[in-house]
C-alpha cells in the first residue's frame, strides 16, 4: 500500500547517469511487485515459460539490472521476512481483494474486455515461495547481493541508507522516509513510458530524488511529526487511518498540536489503534545490520543456461545484453589502467 505522502513531497528530476557510481538498497518486494504488475500480455495474464512457469519478474531483474550496472550502479537487494502482526488487517484485505478481481478478472476475459481483465490482474499479484527463489538465483548469477530482512525490507533499506552503507534507498513508496532513509529514490526500476489507464495516452516516467532532511524542512516538521502525520494518512500498520483526513488536513493538524494525541475531539479513533506501537514499527524498526557489501562476478553460463534453457528465454538477446556489460566493464578497466599508469 505505502503511505500517501506525494502531495507533501518536492522530488527532484535524476537519471541512471547521475546516479552513476552509487551504491543503491532496492526494496526487493516492492520492485518484484512492480515487475509482475507491469510485465504482462495484454489481457494482464504474467509472462510464463514453456511448463507454465511466470517469468515476468526474471525479465524485469535481468533487463533491468544490466541497465543499473551498465551505467555503474551497484545494487543491493533487500528481501522481506515476516510480516509483522500489525499489518494482519492489510494481508487479509489484500486476500480478500484478490479473490473478488478473480471472479471479475473471468468476467472480462469471457467479455473479451481486455482493458478491464488487465486492470483486475494487477491486484491478483501475490510474491509465494517459487518467485523468491527465482530471485535469489538470478541475483547470485549476475552477481549482486541479497540482504534477508527479519521483517520489513523497507526497514532494512533505509537502515543502510541512514548508516551511510548505500547512497540510496530505492522504493516506489514513501514509507523509507517513515523508516528513516535520507535519500529515497522512486521510480527507477519502472522509468520510462508509461500508459495511462484506459486511454491510449503515454507518460514519461523518470527517476526522482527526495531526501528526507529537505522533506522535513520544506514541511517544517521532525521525523516523529511525520510518522504521525502518515498515521492519521493510513499505514500498512493502521490502512484505514483517520476519518475524513487526508495529507493536507493531516499536516495542518500536527504542525498546530505536534502530536495525535493532542488533536481535538479524536477520542474515539484512538481507541481503535495503539499509536505509540505504530510509531514504534517506523522510528525502531527491526533490521538486518550487514557487516560490508560483496560485489561478486557475473557467472554468465549458469546465467544464460537458467534463463534461456530453463524459461525460454531468447539466447541471443540475452547474450547480447552480457556482451553490453561486459564492453562496459573493459571499458572502465581500461580507464583504471590509464589512472594509475
Not at 20 to 36: P, R, T, V
Not at 45 to 55: M, V, W, Y
Not at 135 to 141: A, S, Y
Not at 290 to 298: C, R
Request: positive net charge; aromatic residues 8%; charged residues 30%.
Amino acid at each position: 500500500m505505502g503511505v500517501k505522502l506525494k502531495d507533501l513531497s518536492n522530488p527532484r528530476k535524476t537519471s541512471f547517469e547521475n546516479l552513476s557510481g552509487n551504491k543503491i538498497a532496492i526494496d526487493g518486494f516492492n520492485i518484484i511487485y512492480q515487475f509482475l504488475t507491469t510485465i504482462r500480455g495484454p489481457t494482464g495474464e504474467p509472462l510464463r515459460n514453456s511448463k507454465g512457469k511466470i517469468t515476468s519478474h526474471l525479465t524485469g531483474l535481468f533487463y533491468r539490472n544490466i541497465n543499473l550496472l551498465n551505467n555503474n550502479i551497484e545494487p543491493i537487494y533487500v528481501l522481506d521476512g515476516k510480516p509483522p502482526q500489525l499489518k494482519s488487517t492489510l494481508i487479509k484485505k489484500r486476500k480478500e481483494t484478490r479473490e473478488k478481481n478473480q471472479e471479475k478478472y473471468r468476467k472480462a476475459i469471457e467479455d473479451g474486455d481486455q482493458e478491464q481483465a488487465r486492470r483486475y490482474s494487477h491486484s491478483m499479484i501475490r510474491i509465494n515461495e517459487d518467485i523468491i527463489n527465482d530471485v535469489k538465483k538470478v541475483l547470485e548469477l549476475l552477481g549482486i547481493q541479497y540482504v534477508q530482512a527479519p521483517a520489513e525490507g523497507e526497514a532494512t533499506a533505509a537502515y543502510m541508507n541512514d548508516i551511510g552503507m548505500v547512497d540510496y534507498t530505492v522504493s516506489q513508496d514513501y514509507d523509507s522516509l517513515l523508516f528513516g532513509a535520507k535519500r529515497l529514490c522512486r521510480n527507477l526500476t519502472v522509468s520510462g513510458k508509461r500508459r495511462i489507464p484506459r486511454t491510449n495516452r503515454f507518460i514519461d516516467v523518470e527517476p526522482e530524488i527526495i531526501e528526507l532532511k529537505e522533506f522535513l524542512r520544506l514541511n517544517e516538521i521532525n521525523r516523529e511529526q511525520l510518522v504521525d502525520i502518515a498515521i492519521l494518512i493510513g499505514t500498512d500498520y493502521n490502512p484505514n487511518g483517520f476519518t475524513r483526513i487526508g495529507p493536507k488536513t493531516a499536516i495542518k493538524h500536527i504542525k498546530k498540536y505536534k502530536k495525535i494525541e493532542d488533536i481535538p475531539n479524536m477520542e474515539k479513533e484512538l481507541e481503535l489503534i495503539n499509536i505509540d506501537e505504530v510509531r514504534n514499527m517506523f522510528l525502531n524498526p527491526e533490521v538486518s545490520k550487514p557487516d560490508f557489501i560483496q560485489k561478486k562476478e557475473i557467472q554468465k553460463e549458469k546465467l544464460i543456461s537458467y534463463l534461456c534453457d530453463e524459461n525460454d528465454f531468447s539466447i541471443d538477446r540475452i547474450s547480447n545484453m552480457i556482451k553490453k556489460l561486459d564492453k562496459v566493464e573493459e571499458e572502465k578497466s581500461e580507464s583504471l589502467d590509464k589512472w594509475f599508469n
